[in-house]
Structure formats: structure tokens, C-alpha cells
């Protein structure tokens, strides 16, 4: 592991037997965590000079709103449990020019965050490549941990999946047979009554939205085809999934039908839209999973808005 991984939470649970007990999948009452996405390091100035295809030759704006985000969400309290950031953690593709620097340069600017507060990492399209093989799967792998697993935080079951493998599995089909196999445990434990760890809810982190407006909107570059959407709709709600976090689009988004909720975020990075750098704010109570999109200067001077700050009183 590299030194800065003890900030990092790993992969523990990708074989998730359900024989032994996590402390963690006990309802201990209402938290919040924070859902941020797009980092992006290198974007906003390809995205300035037209050349996203290329790698970005600078990234210090990004670091910085990095930096912003880490100071902001460490002042808050109560402590947010986790922070998970839902991929393209970088703008350089894997084995092109920036890359190391990027990553070097992110993990650097994440060391920050307070120690309490556990890192999550999502694999995005340009952490893996829009085709990702298995040389690239295991570069990000190495660099930040598991590209798909699970996690218990307060009661709640937590699944980490790679989108791209649902986007395009033409150069590694059997990684996504792997990640299929085990999604599909992971769902009928988490809803089957047998288990001895029922979940208070089941929430799913990916980087590509299943959808950005309406389930049956079209195929776009910003959402999963119909045919994998609509086959993780069905099989997410059956399961009883309450919410999708994603990012990818770089605007906020999102929607919620027959009861799966699913979020778009925008990014710390690049706004494609008219939205300002910011990250999620999300509060699980009982009943429900509360979230709301804060500006990173908003979030630092008046921290969690109040009524959210309410709820996790109760
Ligand atoms: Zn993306």
C-alpha cells in the first residue's frame, strides 16, 4: 500500500459472506456523509483550450478546490462518517502524458482530510479508460484501491460498483462477468430475510448515472445504455436500493421513479453547467436518505444547512 493509504478506506468486503458480524451494520441513529464527484485533475483547462481528448497539462485549480472541499468538510460536525468520490478522480487516461502527476498530485491534496473521516474512491470513465482492459483495471486498482466492493457504515449496506464495465466490457469481459456475479450476491443478500444483517437501506455509488432526467430518456454520453439501465433499475429496486449516487455529468441532476432515487452530482472540478464547485451533503435517518448539493464556499462558512442539521438530532 502506498503511504498515504491509511487515510483510504480498502476494499474489505468484496467477499461479503455475511457469516460474521460487522459492527457496522448495526443501526446506531440518523448520520450524514458527503457524496462528491469529478475531481477531475486536468479538465478545466483542456476544457478552456477545446482538447479534452487531451490530458490536461495543468491541474493546480483543481488541486485547489480539492483542497477547499477537504477543509470545508473537516470542519463540519457532526463528523460526516465517509466521503466517497465518485470517479474520474483524474483527467489523464491510463498510460497517457500527466497521469502519475495527477494522481500524485490528488492523493496529495486528499491527505488533508481528517483522519476520522474515511475516503471512498469510485472508478470513473477517464480513471479506466472508456474501454477499460484488464492492464487498466488493475493500474487503478493498484492506485486506489478495489474498483468494485462493499461496506457497512451505521446500519447501512454501501455498494461500490465500476460503471464502466456496464458502459463497455468489450476488452474485459470476464472482469465484468466477475462484477456480475458478485452484484448479484450482493443483492439478494441484502434483501433476502434469512440473512443475520438486514440493512436500514442499501445505497449504490457508481460514476455514470443510470439516467439523467427520466429512466427512458435516450442514450446519451452521460448515462447507461437503455438495455444495462433498465436491467439495474429492476434489479436494484427489487432488491430494495434506496438511492444511485453518481457524478460524470458535471451538473447536478437526477430524479427519483418507483421509489429509487437516483442523484446526479456535479463535480468538485470542471462545471459544465451552472452549477458551482461543490459536493453532496447526505443525511440517513430511519426512514429516509436526504441529500443536498452545497457549494464548496457555502459549505465552509455556514457548514450543513440547518434543516438538514435537524434530522441528524432526532
Ligand atoms: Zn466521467
Known amino acids: 500500500m502506498a503511504e498515504s493509504d491509511d487515510i483510504f478506506l480498502r476494499a474489505k468486503h468484496r467477499i461479503y459472506t455475511g457469516l460474521t458480524e460487522d ?12 457524496q462528491a464527484a469529478d475531481p477531475q485533475l486536468g479538465l478545466m483547462k483542456a476544457w478552456r483550450d477545446g482538447d479534452c481528448d487531451g490530458g490536461g497539462d495543468e491541474w ?9 472541499a477537504v477543509e470545508a468538510v473537516n470542519q463540519l460536525r457532526p463528523r460526516p462518517r465517509f466521503m466517497v468520490l465518485c470517479g474520474d478522480l483524474v483527467h489523464a487516461m491510463p498510460d497517457t502524458p500527466y497521469r502519475g502527476g ?11 482530510t481528517d483522519p476520522s473521516i474515511p475516503l471512498v474512491f469510485v472508478s470513473g470513465n477517464h480513471d479506466l479508460g472508456n474501454t477499460p482492459t484488464p492492464s487498466t483495471v488493475e493500474q487503478y486498482c493498484s492506485a486506489w484501491g478495489d474498483d468494485y466492493f462493499s461496506f457497512w457504515v451505521g446500519g447501512v449496506l454501501c455498494l461500490v460498483l465500476n460503471s464502466q464495465l ?54 446519451d454520453y452521460f448515462n447507461l445504455q437503455k438495455g444495462v439501465r433498465q436491467s439495474l433499475l429492476d ?18 441532476a437526477g430524479g427519483c421513479h418507483g421509489g429509487l432515487d437516483m442523484v446526479v452530482s456535479s463535480a468538485i472540478g470542471c462545471q459544465l453547467g451552472d452549477d458551482t464547485h ?30 438538514l442539521r435537524k434530522l441528524l438530532q432526532a
Open 23 to 34: 459492527p457496522e451494520s448495526v443501526w446506531n441513529g440518523p448520520f450524514c456523509f458527503i
Open 102 to 112: 495527477q494522481e500524485r498530485d490528488l492523493k496529495a491534496a486528499l491527505k488533508g
Open 235 to 252: 434489479r436494484f429496486k427489487k432488491a430494495g436500493v434506496k438511492a444511485v449516487f453518481s457524478g460524470h455529468y458535471h451538473r447536478n
Open 166 to 219: 456496464f458502459y463497455d466490457d468489450s476488452a474485459c469481459p470476464q472482469l465484468k462477468d466477475a462484477q456480475e456475479k458478485w452484484l448479484e450476491e450482493q443483492l439478494s443478500r441484502s434483501s433476502s430475510s434469512s440473512s443475520s444483517m438486514v440493512p436500514k437501506h442499501v445505497l449504490v455509488f457508481q460514476h455514470i448515472p443510470l439516467y439523467l432526467k427520466s429512466p427512458d430518456e435516450e442514450d
Open 60 to 68: 493546480a485549480e483543481e488541486v485547489e478546490l480539492t483542497k477547499r
Open 278 to 307: 461543490g459536493v453532496r451533503v447526505v443525511v440517513v435517518t430511519a426512514d429516509s436518505v436526504i441529500h443536498r448539493y452545497h457549494s464548496l464556499e457555502q459549505l465552509r462558512t455556514q457548514g450543513i444547512d440547518e434543516d
